[in-house]
Each structure stands twice: as structure tokens, then as C-alpha cells.
């Protein structure tokens, strides 16, 4: 039986992640899992669970959070019309393989190879946060045959390894190609869908060592964090999203990117120190 002191200190810390994670995904519309995956990771190994799957578990129940948050994002914006469904329905197999390739990566690697890998990617995101402009452009429409096919399994393979939805690459991606941005982030809640519902299937499958894993943990999902953070983010995410209309949200992005780009770092740090 886990010490009560310590199952209420993780239920307080978990509380905590779904509060900030729903107030940044409402104010900024960044992912959850961008702040998930490194939440859970600190959180986890403070109250002693730090083992060579930590990450894995992490990355896991980040994505089987956004299995809710992603449904819920792509329903809201559809009553709007704002969903480009011929680009879901035409990118959503590749992202999909992507997805299931991920697992099966993620599910071979250690926890410290994975802290480097979400560090290098959470890096790159971060500089665009900071520094890309929604005036870019790379092409006038969204690429079909080949490039579709390198492009889109490459969204699904690496948002598991970062343990988040498709709008981190996916939102950069339409972007780039002449899709409105708010059609672009209506579109990528599509695509988180299809990164988490088959990663979280098969992370399920992926056990984790009885001895190093946290109470109530399903294959690699933590159900006491998914439940706890969900219900959070329920709460809070439409304070942040009010927020947003009070304020003007670009240049807390950018702080926001700042920050990201710190904590990315510092998981690489932590990943080469180990």
C-alpha cells in the first residue's frame, strides 16, 4: 500500500500540472502536452518514481490526455466550419503510421534517450515560437504525393516522441503551405486525435517494471495523473481562453517559447548528465 502522505502530495502536484497546462493551452493554444511531458517527468521523479521507463510513462499519459482535449478542440472548432477535413482525411493514414512507429520506438528507449530527444525537438519548437512570423511561406497550397508521404508519418512518428498533439508540427506545416492559421489549428485538433488514439492503444500494451511504476498505472498510461489533469484542464482551459480575449497573446507566446526553450534545454542537460 503507497503512503497516503505521499499518493496526496502527487494528487496536489498532478492538480497543479491540469491547472497551468489548461490555462497555457486556452491562452496561447499551444498543446498540453507540451507542458505535460516535462511536468509529469519532474513531478514523477520528486516523489520517486525516476527509473529508465519514466519518460515513457510520460510521454504515454500525456498523449492519452490528449485523446480528450483533442476531441473536445475538434468538435468546438467544426461547429465553427473551421476544420479542413479534405487535409485530415488525406494526411490522417501517414500520421497515423507515424504514430504506431513511434511507440514502437519509444517503447525500445530508455528514459534518458528520451528526455534528449523531447530536449532537441521541445528546442526547435520553442525557436519557433520565438521567432517564426505567420507571414512565411514555403508553398501556396499543402503538398501531395511524396512529400505528403514523408511529411505527414514524420508529424505522427515525432509527436509521440514528444508526447504531444498535432499542433506543434502540424499547425508550423499548414502554415507554411497558405492555411489560415486558425483553419490550421482547428485542422491540427484533427490530427492530435489521430496521433493519440492509436499511440494510447499501444502504449497500453508496453509494461512497465511493478517495482518502479506509480499506483494505478496501465501499461505505460498513469491513470491517477490522466483522470486528475483532464479534469483540470476542463476547468481551467476556458479561463485561459478568456484571458486571450483580454489580452494580446503574441507576445506571451514568446515569452512562452522562451520558457519552453529553457526547460527543453534542460532536459537535455539532465539526459547527457545521466
Not at 490555462?23 to 499551444?30: F, K, P, T, Y
Not at 483533442?70 to 494526411?91: C, F, M, P, T, Y
Not at 490522417?92 to 511507440?103: E, Q, T
Not at 498533439?165 to 485542422?187: K, Q, Y
Amino acid at each position: 500500500m503507497e503512503d497516503m502522505s505521499l499518493l496526496l502530495t502527487m494528487a496536489a502536484l498532478l492538480l497543479g500540472i491540469g491547472a497551468f497546462a489548461g490555462v497555457l493551452a486556452g491562452l496561447l493554444g499551444v498543446g498540453g502536452g507540451i507542458v505535460l511531458v516535462p511536468a509529469f517527468f519532474y513531478a514523477f521523479a520528486t516523489l520517486g518514481y525516476d527509473s529508465p521507463e519514466l519518460m515513457r510513462m510520460c510521454l504515454a499519459t500525456s498523449l492519452a490526455t490528449i485523446i480528450v482535449t483533442s476531441v473536445r478542440s475538434l468538435l468546438a472548432h467544426n461547429r465553427r466550419g473551421a476544420v479542413e477535413w479534405d487535409i485530415l482525411k488525406g494526411w490522417a493514414l501517414g500520421i497515423a503510421l507515424g504514430a504506431v512507429a513511434g511507440v514502437a520506438v519509444a517503447a525500445s528507449l530508455r528514459s534518458q534517450t528520451l528526455q534528449a530527444i523531447f530536449g532537441g525537438l521541445a528546442s526547435v519548437v520553442g525557436l519557433y515560437m520565438l521567432f517564426g512570423r505567420p507571414h512565411w511561406r514555403v508553398a501556396e497550397r499543402m503538398p501531395e504525393g511524396p512529400v505528403r508521404w514523408v511529411l505527414s508519418p514524420l508529424i505522427g512518428f515525432l509527436s509521440v516522441l514528444m508526447g504531444i498533439g498535432g499542433g506543434s508540427f502540424g499547425v508550423p506545416v499548414m502554415s507554411l503551405h497558405n492555411v489560415p492559421i486558425h483553419r490550421a489549428v482547428a485542422t491540427a485538433a484533427g490530427f492530435g486525435v489521430i496521433i493519440a488514439v492509436p499511440s494510447v492503444a499501444g502504449f497500453l500494451l508496453v509494461p512497465m517494471s511493478p517495482d518502479v511504476r506509480p499506483p494505478l498505472t496501465l501499461g505505460a498510461v498513469n491513470l491517477v495523473a490522466f483522470g486528475l489533469v483532464i479534469a483540470m484542464t476542463l476547468i481551467t482551459a476556458p479561463w485561459g481562453a478568456a484571458l486571450a480575449h483580454r489580452m494580446d497573446p503574441g507576445p506571451l507566446k514568446r515569452v512562452f517559447g522562451a520558457f519552453l526553450l529553457l526547460v527543453a534545454l534542460n532536459m537535455v542537460r539532465r539526459a547527457l548528465a545521466g
